[in-house]
């Protein structure tokens, strides 16, 4: 269909280079997902570790996320044996709260895996947020501001200190600041 659009318009197109192109797009997703690939049992152990099968196949955590993985599949079995929290994950509202309730002194080692899997999201979202605030900053007041000033301006923009506006003007005395003499 597309094909005898071309025809009709007397388009040419050269298929290949588009065909190239997506092939270099998928190598870089490839390469640049590598690692999350590499993660997804993980992933899925995050979001409920009563589904696995620690005995026949043993720890579905990997190597950057583990410290000692024999230490991990003893705290995964005694984990799977909590009565208490396989209903406490049934009612829960969600993943994160589920494991703000895991204790630390019970399972240290799991706690730490699940903090450190809950950790990339927030990481990928916190530089999404500050790339796209200084890319607003950058473009609309490009001509009035320096890089010197970019730090300020992006700590300003992504802080959630809301200043008191009305005490800070207050204070100011108005008397004091100097006049423009045209």
């Given at each position: 269909?597309i094909?005898?659009?071309?025809?009709?318009?007397?388009i040419?197109?050269?298929?290949?280079?588009?065909v190239?192109k997506?092939?270099?797009l998928?190598?870089?997703?490839e390469?640049?997902f590598?690692?999350?690939?590499?993660?997804?049992?993980?992933?899925?152990?995050?979001?409920?570790?009563?589904l696995?099968n620690?005995?026949?196949?043993?720890?579905?955590?990997?190597?950057?996320?583990?410290?000692?993985?024999?230490?991990?599949?003893i705290?995964?079995?005694?984990?799977?044996?909590?009565?208490?929290?396989?209903k406490?994950?049934n009612?829960?509202?969600?993943?994160?709260?589920?494991w703000?309730?895991?204790?630390i002194?019970?399972y240290?080692?799991?706690?730490?895996?699940?903090?450190?899997?809950i950790s990339i999201?927030?990481?990928?979202?916190?530089?999404e947020?500050l790339?796209?605030?200084m890319?607003i900053?950058?473009?609309?007041?490009?001509?009035?501001?320096?890089d010197?000033?970019?730090?300020?301006?992006?700590r300003?923009a992504l802080t959630?200190?809301q200043?008191?506006?009305?005490?800070?003007?207050?204070?100011?005395?108005?008397?004091?600041?100097?006049?423009?003499?045209?």
């Amino acid at each position: 269909k597309i094909e005898a659009c071309l025809i009709e318009s007397e388009i040419k197109i050269n298929c290949d280079d588009y065909v190239l192109k997506l092939k270099f797009l998928f190598t870089d997703f490839e390469e640049r997902f590598r690692d999350l690939k590499a993660l997804k049992p993980s992933f899925g152990f995050l979001e409920n570790p009563f589904l696995v099968n620690v005995i026949e196949k043993g720890c579905p955590l990997s190597h950057p996320i583990i410290t000692n993985k024999a230490d991990l599949e003893i705290e995964l079995l005694e984990l799977l044996e909590d009565e208490g929290l396989k209903k406490f994950i049934n009612n829960c509202p969600s993943i994160l709260e589920f494991w703000k309730h895991i204790s630390i002194l019970k399972y240290p080692n799991i706690k730490n895996c699940a903090v450190k899997l809950i950790s990339i999201f927030g990481t990928t979202y916190s530089c999404e947020s500050l790339y796209s605030t200084m890319k607003i900053i950058k473009s609309k007041y490009r001509s009035n501001l320096t890089d010197d000033h970019l730090t300020e301006l992006l700590r300003t923009a992504l802080t959630l200190i809301q200043p008191g506006l009305k005490k800070l003007t207050k204070k100011v005395d108005t008397k004091k600041i100097p006049r423009k003499q045209n």
